[in-house]
């Protein structure tokens, strides 16, 4: 079953099981002007900026994290945070080590990793930008930003994953705006959340279309985990039927 939670209770570490989930953990890191340092163990990590901007340091490379910006952290490693951002931190189990990125949104804006899908007349055209993805070196990971218009939905037709992947959709640079997420197996027992700067939903199986509000749309982090290590086919996905049979 998916599981909705405020900003304020993703601050205390999520396990899997308190999410609904099987692999991914999560947990909410506000720096407040402080260091907070990360030990990756057994877990490759993705670090979402949500808010502000954030001073690392991982083994050899240094820099700086901005809005929107992700860190892939590869198990065994140690990453110092240092500033006055918001980081959402996702764990996975992995056994095998990658390297460590910088993922820039700067960088994937300007190159085909920005992607548009769907249509004006509909409402479903929505921007998505694909940090990690199948070509990107992860053991579990497929990793994104997506927006939608005012009052336009996104995630359509609705699909689901949920033997392949569990999501987890985090919303943030919404202000005062708001969204509707979906989450279902069957229509008749649907689950419904309102969703706000900085919520969370995670979403072990099911279809999950959703929709923003005309006051700004809706616009999220999504992180997709394996449920087989090194199985990472983004499109490997069922549609709604009766919605359309290809994603748009």
């Not at 609904?20 to 999560?26: I, P, T």
């Not at 991982?58 to 952290?73: F, P, Q, R």
């Not at 460590?100 to 949104?105: A, G, N, T, W």
Request: aromatic share 12%.
């Amino acid at each position: 079953m998916a599981k909705y939670l405020k900003a304020k209770e993703l601050i205390a570490y999520q396990e899997p099981k308190e999410l609904g989930l099987s692999y991914c953990s999560v947990e909410r890191i506000e720096l407040n002007g402080n260091t907070r340092i990360l030990e990756s163990n057994e877990q490759e990590l993705c670090l979402i900026m949500i808010a502000g901007k954030v001073c690392f340091e991982c083994g050899a490379v240094s820099g700086e994290a901005t809005l929107c910006d992700m860190l892939y952290v590869p198990i065994q490693s140690r990453i110092r945070l240092k500033g006055d951002g918001v980081v959402m931190r996702y764990g996975a189990p992995c056994s095998r080590q990658y390297q460590f990125r910088h993922i820039s949104f700067e960088e994937v804006d300007r190159d085909e990793r920005h992607k548009v899908y769907g249509r004006t007349e509909n409402g479903t055209r929505r921007d998505v930008w694909n940090f990690i993805d199948d070509s990107f070196e992860s053991g579990r990971f497929l990793t994104g930003i997506c927006r939608g218009r005012d009052g336009g939905w996104t995630a359509w037709p609705p699909h689901e994953h949920g033997r392949e992947r569990e999501e987890v959709y985090v919303y943030f640079n919404m202000g005062e705006g708001f969204g509707l997420q979906c989450v279902y197996d069957d229509m008749e027992q649907p689950q419904v959340y309102l969703v706000r700067e900085g919520d969370l939903v995670s979403i072990p199986t099911g279809y999950h279309p959703n929709a923003g509000s005309p006051f700004g749309g809706i616009f999220y982090a999504f992180v997709m985990v394996s449920t087989t290590e090194g199985e990472r086919n983004f499109m490997d996905l069922r549609t709604q039927k009766i919605y359309g049979d290809r994603l748009e």
